[in-house]
């Protein structure tokens, strides 16, 4: 089947099982390949996530989006085994990740970038590539001492990285230090790193965080590519541009708790939404003295 026709397929595919989902927050879908129930993570005082039940579409691409200190990356983190919940549970095709670590949580197909990424500066883009697969022969302390326990492990593994290098156009790069490489092609590079273990899903902290406007068309495309690949996507993203032009399903944080889901547009004409961004009273005229006025208040006379 062309790509093209592929990956119209599965676009059209992710919006209508998702066409009878309502947009209430925690909403039921149909195939949920992430379920979370009742996850809390406080710091001190503070509750920093309070989620009390979310599904994420499996072959979609749904995007995590909200105000500054709403709790999406200690979300990202909590996801994904690199901090753990106070209280609550999730699951990873029916398998619950409670204090499993990250990179058990990445051996059983959830992989995740970073908003900073976190390219071994100091190997070369092709090593990074090769670090990115598992379960390698050579890793053992004995067997590292015996090529032929592992050489035919390290030639799959450089085949497969130079496949997704070429993908990500960075194979011109293989032997260049990661260190050297601009934001934009770190980005990229994490993606494909990711990808060395054969994820099913990839969650995308801020993919377009201090990147060149030359590459964010690229990594636009390498995003839907995922999907087209039958991967399922979350994201976190500022840039509401790009949040309507590749997503096909939206959740809102707002200080820790999930306040809307929906489709991109949806979404973006909600009031929580809009009153969450700025301000529940953003559309009220002010008093001479800065305060909201309300109908039970009335204006002073002149």
């Known amino acids: 089947m062309p790509a093209e026709t592929t990956a119209g397929t599965r676009k059209e595919a992710a919006v209508a099982a998702l ?14 390949i992430v379920v979370v129930d009742g996850m809390v993570r406080r710091f001190g005082g503070l509750t920093a996530v309070n989620v009390d039940h979310v599904e994420i579409q499996r072959g979609a691409i749904t995007a995590l ?5 709403a709790g999406k990356t200690t979300f990202f983190n909590l996801l994904t085994g690199f901090d753990q919940p106070d209280e609550g549970d999730w699951s990873l095709n029916g398998t619950s990740l409670k204090g499993v670590a990250p990179h ?11 908003q900073l990424t976190k390219a071994l500066s100091k190997l070369t883009v092709m090593d990074n590539m090769r670090l990115g697969a598992t379960g390698q022969s050579g890793e053992s302390f004995w067997r590292a001492a ?20 070429t993908r990500f156009k960075l194979d011109a790069k293989k032997d260049d230090f990661a260190g050297e490489m601009s ?3 770190r980005k990229l590079l994490e993606m494909a790193r990711a990808l060395m273990v054969g994820p099913e899903m990839v969650m995308l902290d801020e993919p377009m965080a ?23 996507v979350l994201f976190v993203e500022h840039d509401m541009d790009m949040v309507r032009d590749i997503s096909d399903w939206v959740i809102v ?6 306040i809307a889901e929906g489709p991109p547009d949806t979404v973006m004409a909600d009031q929580a939404v809009i009153d969450a ?15 909201a006025f309300t109908a039970d208040q009335p204006e002073e006379q002149a």
């Open 183 to 185: 934001g934009g092609q």
């Open 104 to 114: 058990k949580v990445a051996r059983m197909g959830m992989v995740r970038t970073f």
């Open 65 to 69: 989006i909200g105000p500054n200190g």
């Open 253 to 258: 944080m707002g200080q820790g708790q999930v």
């Open 146 to 165: 015996l090529p032929f326990f592992w050489s035919a492990q390290e030639k799959k593994n450089t085949e497969r990285s130079m496949e997704l290098l």
């Open 210 to 232: 201090g990147v060149n406007p030359a590459l964010t068309q690229s990594l636009l495309g390498h995003i839907k590519d995922l999907r087209e690949q039958g991967m399922t």
């Open 277 to 291: 961004y700025l301000g529940s009273h953003h559309d009220q005229a002010l008093t001479e003295s800065g305060e």
């Open 19 to 32: 066409s009878t989902v309502a947009h209430t927050p925690g909403s039921k879908k149909p195939d949920p």
